[in-house]
């Protein structure tokens, strides 16, 4: 009896020990394809690939307030969250406000997404100058650079910077780049 009992404890162990280097591998390997591709090649890495002012919301003597979509890029084999994002927003080289995008947004494995925001730019009470950046709309070469927050399944938190340039400054005046 003690003879068996004993039997079914080293089973127990050896299930209990191969579960735990199972695990473990699988740990490591993801930490190993996520890292690998983020030092190697961005192509590999979750991303902002994309960055479009779309439009116009609203237009007053304060300011106009530009609809900004940003499009993520997940080619890795795990789901990730978005958390947030803060940046900050240029317009032909010069400073134009502060934003942040707020709202989590969940990235399948090997898909995209887009997620927009509304951008207040101040006009300082001048509405012929809020009238001029709708004029130049097409004409403007954006820049947004700023951080995102990610949660990678088994990694936890990781924070990237980006750095998009999208309008006349590109090549056709629509493409977009950006860099993580």
């Not at 919301?57 to 997940?74: D, H, K, L, P």
């Not at 080289?93 to 709202?103: D, P, T, Y």
């Not at 300082?124 to 097409?138: D, K, M, N």
Request: glycine share 10%; net charge positive.
């Amino acid at each position: 009896m003690a003879s068996s009992s004993s039997s079914r404890e080293r089973k127990g162990w050896a299930i209990f020990l191969f579960l735990t280097i199972v695990i473990l591998s699988y740990v490591v390997w993801v930490h190993t394809v996520v890292s690998a591709s983020s030092e190697v090649s961005n192509e590999n890495a979750v991303s902002i690939s994309g960055l479009h002012v779309s439009g116009i919301r609203a237009i007053n003597e304060s300011g106009v307030i530009f609809y900004i979509q940003f499009q993520v890029n997940n080619p890795t084999p795990l789901s990730v969250k978005l958390v947030n994002a803060s940046y900050y927003l240029y317009g032909n080289g010069i400073f134009l406000g502060k934003g942040e995008i707020g709202q989590a947004i969940d990235i399948p494995a090997g898909s995209k997404a887009v997620v927009g925001t509304n951008q207040m730019v101040s006009t300082g009470g001048s509405l012929r100058l809020g009238l001029s950046y709708v004029a130049q709309l097409g004409n403007i070469a954006w820049r947004v650079k700023g951080n995102a927050t990610l949660n990678v399944p088994f990694l936890g938190i990781t924070i990237a910077q980006f750095n998009c340039v999208s309008g006349s400054s590109s090549s056709n005046g629509d493409s977009t780049s950006c860099v993580l």
